[in-house]
T-cell receptor, first 117, second 111 residues
């Protein structure tokens, strides 16, 4: 079955530690996204990538980093510079960012809940 | 800019109808609707494109008023399974921009 997987489902981190969240998709999608979700604030875009080896900052990129070495994978690193990292993190993908003619649906992974101790 | 959703939360009895609104301050190319159950990933419901028709299937439908830069999601004869948080995602420009999501509307259906 095609889909998006994220791991781990729950992650605990001590203050000052970097941590990497995994996101893998086998949908052959070009575009991938990372969102952060806090209670009452909806989905906020952290980073997105339209193609391999290219990515752009979203609205709240500070304290995060990403890489896109393979089409299937888009890991997110939460660095110690992120002052309030406790949140629910969602990865998504779409066929493309947009073709300009068709708008592409975003498919979401199950999420990773990160808690800083 | 982030679209504004209203109401923020609503509680209905099974079988009642609900309307969730999504408003943007900028011209829109498309509106996407998603539903998220607690602790789970958002699930795509439908897309409405500029110039397109009202969409829907069975008891969930949506409209898109381009002039008012608004979209509304209609849930008819609600079922317990409709409970969750509904998000709209809006796209401006000519279909070449990333989505911006609203803050969500929490819908609770009680028996």
């Amino acid at each position: 079955d095609g889909g998006i997987t994220q791991s781990p489902k729950y992650l605990f981190r001590k203050e000052g530690q970097n941590v990497t969240l995994s996101c893998e998709q086998n949908l052959n999608h070009d575009a991938m996204y990372w969102y952060r979700q806090d209670p009452g604030q909806g989905l906020r875009l952290i980073y997105y990538s339209q193609i391999v080896n290219d990515f752009q900052k979203g609205d709240i990129a500070e304290g995060y980093s990403v890489s896109r070495e393979k089409k299937e994978s888009f890991p997110l690193t939460v660095t110690s510079a992120q002052k309030n990292p406790t949140a629910f993190y969602l990865c998504a993908s779409s066929i493309s960012l947009s073709t300009g003619q068709n708008t592409d649906t975003q498919y979401f992974g199950p999420g990773t809940r990160l808690t800083v101790l | 800019q982030q679209p504004v959703q209203s109401p923020q939360a609503v509680i209905l009895r099974e079988g009642e109808d609900a309307v969730i609104n999504c408003s943007s301050s900028k011209a829109l190319y498309s509106v996407h609707w998603y539903r998220q159950k607690h602790g789970e990933a958002p699930v795509f419901l439908m897309i409405l494109l500029k110039g397109g028709e009202q969409k829907g299937h069975e008891k969930i439908s949506a409209s898109f008023n381009e002039k008012k830069q608004q979209s509304s999601l209609y849930l008819t004869a609600s079922q317990l399974s409709y409970s969750g948080t509904y998000f709209c995602g809006t796209e401006g420009g000519f279909g070449n921009e990333k989505l911006t999501f609203g803050t969500g509307t929490r819908l609770t259906i009680i028996p």
